[in-house]
């Protein structure tokens, strides 16, 4: 479109939703999404056939998956409900899951490819959802897995709605949902669909992760155990971490011991009918167990300095001031708060010995026994980081040199001392050089099983017993604290200088630490405040849209103000967002 024509076209637009703010009573709110918001009260045939019927319809399932401080109004009339009830459409509207208006609605909206593998029979059948360019001729890339495993008597046209098959083609990798009948057949299934991935699909094998949703959330811990080798990460929703319905039948020792570098995302509901979080009000198997099985993620992460007690759970529940602290009742490496589907999503993030994030848990404010809109996103940003060595089964943690490392202003970030092309490396000095009137350095820190002393911005570092290393490592961690006074987002650099490399026989080396961009972020924006004066207005719509035509440029800090409805991008659906926040 021309700039012309898109300049005219803003301006019906902007003229319409002026009406419509005329023209709407002042009481009645819309979010995004919203246009699906009937299908909570729909009574269809597929609806009704699901599970018995024992609903009536979606609002009567969802209602009965929350505990006694769910607030349904903030839920099925808010964005909350909005950002997941879009993906019911199908599943609701058709009781063939493989129906040809199903299936051209993957191909042609999702650029997925949804295949039904059932030669073993309807009871041990699991769905396929593989990006179209994965299935082009001559196509040479490997893409990455995600096994959803499904909740108590969810099939798998219900398990389509989670989110993650959504993701397929957007983020490029392939969805599997086996039906397992409830749990029983995975030990059996798992071995087969993977041979069927191997000689069919395009897939990576080092990438293969498990997302489990209530039962299937006790089904991938269990899985994990049963194939070790599997999985490079996993996530729990729903579910503690106990892999088990009972407190009387708790998963051994020995089972435990098994595993080893595994990283695990658990997220639930605030809200859910069994009390999931904050640790130590769990319905089903108790605190103490729920407690305890956090502290054995721990030993199989690596992380150190957090196992906690029954005790002190409830007492930060109780008495804590900090929102992500009192929600999950937990007080991690790093607490934090973010907005996202008109909700807070409360973080606790635990790293290992390298600065790795190995645990994380995640409670969703308002959310029942569900998955939220964003929740697959949540998982997949997760997964991403982790890949496992098919040879040797040790964890690879992956990274993208083309991105630089994020903090907001005030906050802390860790920065791997990287060094490249590594011959025989044993040891070195240097110092670290950054921006002082963006950043400060709070230490620098050793790799685990090196050594590494610092004095101020210099350090020496060695590797163990002074064996050489070759190819790429992480030599060490330079932490920063952000300035938090900025008006606008700036990209920094930190380096190294004065290196003096060395070799096992004490020779000297030539050794590259490539710049490692950090951008710092200005104080989060008011969603919507696109000229940043504190409010949202029609005049933050206009800019906008005149930003949209062309005349007018943001910052980086009002572009994230302008993402209304957080998907990264910033188009006239932000206006139209906007618009609605001004009713």
Not at 105 to 123: C, I, L, S, V
Not at 207 to 228: D, H
Not at 255 to 269: E, N
Request: charged share 20%; proline share 4%.
């Amino acid at each position: 479109m021309k700039k012309g024509k898109l300049s005219k076209a803003l301006a019906i637009l902007l003229s319409a939703l002026l009406f419509m703010m005329i023209a709407a009573p002042a009481a009645q709110t819309f979010a995004a999404g919203s246009e699906y918001r009937y299908l909570w009260t729909a009574e269809t045939e597929a609806i009704q056939a699901y599970d018995n019927g024992k609903y009536q319809n979606l609002y009567q399932h969802h209602r009965a998956l929350g505990n006694a401080n769910f607030d349904p109004d903030f839920f099925f009339n808010g964005e909350l409900g909005d950002s997941i009830i879009g993906n019911f459409y199908y599943f609701l509207n058709y009781t063939d899951e493989m129906h040809p208006d199903v299936l051209r609605y993957w191909e042609e909206d999702m650029h997925t490819r949804k295949e039904m593998h059932n030669e073993r029979g309807e009871a041990r059948k699991w769905v396929s959802y593989t990006p179209l360019e994965a299935l082009q001729p001559g196509n040479t890339k490997k893409y990455p897995v995600v096994i959803v495993m499904h909740g108590s008597g969810n099939t798998t046209f219900m398990t389509e709605t989670y989110g993650y098959a959504q993701l397929a083609a957007e983020k490029g990798f392939i969805c599997i949902i086996p039906w397992a009948d409830n749990a029983t057949t995975y030990a059996e299934d798992l071995p087969w669909i993977m041979d069927t991935l191997r000689a069919d699909y395009p897939i990576d094998e080092s990438r293969v992760y498990g997302a489990g949703f209530s039962l299937g959330g006790r089904s991938v811990i269990q899985e994990a155990i049963r194939f070790p080798d599997l999985f490079a990460a996993i996530n729990v929703g729903g579910q503690p971490l106990a892999g088990t319905r009972s407190a009387s039948s708790p998963i051994p020792a020995s089972d435990w011991a098994k595993l080893h570098d595994l990283p695990i995302l658990q997220m639930c509901g605030g809200v859910e009918q069994n009390s999931q979080l904050p640790y130590g009000i769990n319905r089903v198997i108790g605190g103490e167990l729920q407690v305890e099985a956090l502290n054995i993620w721990f030993g199989i992460n690596g992380v150190k300095g957090h196992n906690t007690t029954l005790a002190e759970c409830l007492n930060l529940t109780a008495t804590s001031a900090d929102p992500a602290v009192k929600n999950l009742g937990l007080i991690g490496d790093k607490n934090y708060t973010v907005r996202m589907d008109g909700t807070n999503y409360y973080h606790a993030d635990y790293f290992n010995e390298d600065h790795v994030n190995m645990v994380k848990v995640v409670a969703i404010e308002g959310q029942p026994h569900w998955l939220s809109g964003s929740y697959a996103s949540i998982v997949w940003d997760f997964f991403s980081q982790f890949a496992r060595d098919k040879e040797t089964n040790e964890m690879v943690v992956l990274k993208d040199d083309k991105l630089p490392l994020s903090v907001e202003g005030g906050n802390t970030v860790v920065m791997p001392i990287r060094a490249v092309d590594c011959e025989d490396f044993a040891g070195m000095s240097g110092t670290v050089r950054y921006n002082k009137e963006l950043l400060t350095l709070e230490g620098i820190s050793a790799k685990k099983s090196f050594t590494l002393t610092a004095d101020g911005d210099s350090f020496v570092v060695v590797t163990p017993d002074g064996a050489g290393v070759s190819g790429e490592t992480i030599v060490g961690y330079a932490i920063f604290r952000a300035e938090a006074d900025l008006e606008d987002d700036v990209t920094t650099y930190v380096w190294i200088e004065n290196i003096n490399a060395y070799n096992a026989d004490l020779q000297s080396i030539s050794l590259d630490i490539p710049d490692t961009p950090i951008q710092v972020l200005a104080e989060s924006p008011l969603t919507g405040d696109v000229n940043l004066d504190g409010k949202v207005d029609v005049a933050d719509a206009i800019l906008l849209m005149q930003y949209l035509a062309g005349s007018k440029t943001l910052t980086s800090r009002q572009l994230r103000a302008a993402d209304a409805n957080k998907d990264s991008k910033v188009n006239v659906g932000d206006v139209t967002i906007i618009m609605q926040m001004c009713l």
